[in-house]
């Protein structure tokens, strides 16, 4: 199983940019699926996810502001991030739960990463 990412780059405060992160290979069942971002010397913090039957959950800091889609038939979710600010400055990495076909539980996956940054 693998996460491909795509998107990201750098953007004015107060503007908008989404992700998208695809999950391909062998899979059996996609459990849940979310973005996780890590910030220069911080820790990598979930900012957004959703589980196949579509709960969402978000951090409080960007409530209002990112929405978490997903289209269960590509395997693929999407982040649309607008009024963006300097502190969302970081690499947002792309996660999935996923039973695969080899397996009888879900792993965990992580997408390579892509750096977004706001900056005027």
């Known amino acids: 199983v693998q996460l491909v990412e795509s998107g990201g780059g750098l953007a004015e405060p107060g503007g908008s940019q989404g992700l998208s992160c695809a999950a391909s290979g062998s899979i059996l069942y996609v459990v849940v699926m979310g973005w996780y971002r890590q910030a220069p010397g911080k820790e990598r913090e979930l900012v957004a996810s959703i589980t196949n039957g579509g709960d969402t959950k978000y951090a409080d800091s960007v409530k209002g502001r990112f929405t978490i889609s997903r289209d269960n038939g590509k395997n693929t979710i999407y982040l649309q991030m607008n009024d963006l600010k300097p502190e969302d400055t970081a690499v947002y990495y792309c996660?999935?739960?996923?039973?695969?076909?080899?397996?009888?539980?879900?792993?965990?996956?992580w997408g390579q990463g892509t750096q977004v940054t706001v900056s005027s």
């Open positions: 996660n999935g739960k996923i039973t695969p076909r080899t397996a009888w539980s879900p792993q965990d996956y």
